[in-house]
Structures are given as C-alpha cells and as structure tokens.
Nanobody
C-alpha cells in the first residue's frame, strides 16, 4: 500500500520558517519524481517545487528563491524548507510522487502563517 505522510505543518508567525517532511512507503522512492503542492483558502492547488529522481530541482517563477526542496533517498523522504514566511503562504501543503503515470498524493499538512 502506497503511503505519503506529510508532517511539519502548524501555526507559524510571519517571518518564521518551516520545514515540511513527506515520508513515503510502498514505492521505490528513488525512481519517483517528488513534488510539493499547496492549496490556499479559496485558491486552486499550485506547484511549489519538484525534484527529479536524479535530484534536479524545479521551481515555478513565483516560488523561486522562496522555497527549497530536497530529498533523502535513504529515508524515502522529501523535504520543503521556507524562511521568511508570509501570511500568503497559508495553505494545505501536499506531497506528490510521480513515476511513469503513477501519481500518488499525501493527505496534506496545514500551514497557517499569522501576521
């Protein structure tokens, strides 16, 4: 059974930092591209960052310089880091694993940034 479990969310003050983790099981993690998406209140889900199985990273222009994605294949875990949080970063953050049409999602972790 495939599982992606996000953790690290919570209530953070503006200017603070976060480090989200996504622990996976049931997949050959090293073969999968991994991504972080987020969905803010009243907004559509959007890509925050992705990382290929080789470790190449991609950030949409709106996210460049704000987030850092990394992976640890030995732990089958992907991470997302962000400093200088803003209230606009309030969202549910989702982990995604993709490989040859196989697309798996976590249930998300809520990050709330207070002004």
């Amino acid at each position: 059974q495939v599982q992606l479990v996000e953790s690290g969310g919570g209530l953070v003050q503006a200017g603070g930092s976060l480090r989200l983790s996504c622990a996976t099981s049931g997949i050959t993690f090293s073969m999968y591209a991994m991504g972080w998406y987020r969905q803010g209140p009243g907004k559509e889900r959007e890509l925050v960052a992705s990382i290929s199985k080789e470790g190449f990273t991609h950030y949409p222009d709106s996210m460049k310089g704000r987030f850092t994605i990394s992976r640890d294949n030995a732990k089958s875990t992907v991470y997302l880091q962000r400093s200088s949080l803003e209230p606009e970063d309030t969202a549910v953050y989702y982990c995604n694993a993709y490989y040859l049409g196989r697309n798996h999602w976590g249930k998300g972790t809520l990050v709330t940034v207070s002004p």
